[in-house]
């Protein structure tokens, strides 16, 4: 099985997991703009291993998103071999285990950034994805969890599983303890881009094109993972690349943004029903923020519920 984290050329750039939102309409969108790579949701090991409709459901995906990585999250070894293989028969091209996520309800039962806290487990963790798989296992984690004598680093977790073939890492530059503001640690960074034999992707704190630039030249990273900035602008991959190759960018006009969001919308439609359509008026207020007569736009487009509906709202504007 061919590993696609060597085919790609740095720097690349990824489209970072966030649960509720890469979805794979947005993932096919945010592909089809720019992005070289695109991770899902983080999925629960617990509910694949117990066959949970609603999650089997969840990582269905279309090949225009490919290469596309299944993110999971949890912290039973002897569930993993099963939840692999369902992941391996869908065709995704690779698995991410999520050892980053701060959110109370996984940290509360020592998931996601905790699972730090227990590197032996977080070894057993990956050795069982990497033992059950021949896709590349990949690792998505922060820069630290704890402080003074109780910190855990990147490095330290990087050091624990030298010995596994991980063929990826995605650091964001942030502790735990920042959750999702304040200064990147450019520099633990830069040193885990060196301890780690893999491909290493950096995250956190990419606003605009320019932020991407700065972590390149700091860190020396191959690959930019971008999150939140995606938000209403999922072409923000095709302008990072543009800035990265050209030094400068353009911004879509409105002819594009409007086919880009029908676009969206349609994928929400065939991919979710019209629960998609419910779920895409976030979006539509994230497109058009900061338009001209912004809170009447609002009003229109938390109402629609069809496609149509969205078309009719486009053309008046
Ligand atoms: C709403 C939301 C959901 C997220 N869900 C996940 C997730 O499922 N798995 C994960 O590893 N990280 C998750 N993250 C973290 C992001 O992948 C990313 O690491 C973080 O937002 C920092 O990147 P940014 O500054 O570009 O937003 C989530 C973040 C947000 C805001």
Not at 134 to 163: E, M, N, Q, Y
């Amino acid at each position: 099985m061919k590993n696609f984290w060597k085919q790609l050329k740095p720097p690349f750039l990824a489209l970072a997991p966030m649960a509720g939102l890469t979805d794979s309409a947005y993932r096919t969108i945010c592909r089809k703009n720019g992005a070289d790579v695109v991770y899902t949701e983080m999925i629960s090991i617990d509910a694949l291993h117990y066959d949970s409709k609603k999650t089997l459901k969840m990582i269905e995906f279309n090949k225009k998103e490919k290469p596309v990585v299944l993110q999971l999250f949890g912290k039973r070894p002897e569930l993993i071999s099963k939840a692999v293989k369902i992941v391996e028969q869908a065709g995704y091209d690779g698995i991410d285990l999520n050892f980053g996520c701060p959110a109370k309800k996984v940290v509360a039962h020592e998931g996601g950034i905790t699972l730090l806290k227990n590197l032996d487990l977080c070894h057993e963790l990956v050795q069982a994805v990497c033992e059950s798989t021949k896709l590349p296992v990949s690792v998505k984690t922060r820069v630290s969890i704890g402080k003074g004598k109780a910190k855990v680093t990147v490095l330290d977790f990087l050091d624990k599983i030298k010995d596994l073939p991980v063929s990826c890492l995605m650091l964001h530059g942030r502790t735990y303890e920042q959750a999702f503001s304040g200064e990147i640690d450019y520099e633990m960074m830069k040193a885990a881009k060196e301890k780690f034999k893999g491909v290493v992707i950096g995250n956190g704190g990419i606003s605009e094109p320019e932020d991407a630039g700065k972590m390149l030249e700091l860190t020396g990273v191959d690959g930019i993972g971008i999150a939140r900035a995606i938000y209403g602008r999922p072409w923000i991959f095709q302008q990072t690349k543009d800035y990265i190759k050209k030094g400068k960018y353009s911004h879509p006009d409105l002819k594009k943004i409007k086919k880009i969001v029908l676009e969206h919308a349609e994928y929400n439609f065939q991919t979710k029903g019209e629960h998609g359509i419910v779920e895409m008026r976030k979006h539509l207020c994230w497109y058009f923020r900061g338009f001209p007569q912004a809170t009447k736009l609002r009003q229109k487009l938390v109402r629609v519920e069809t496609v149509q509906d969205i078309k009719k709202v486009l053309q008046g504007i």
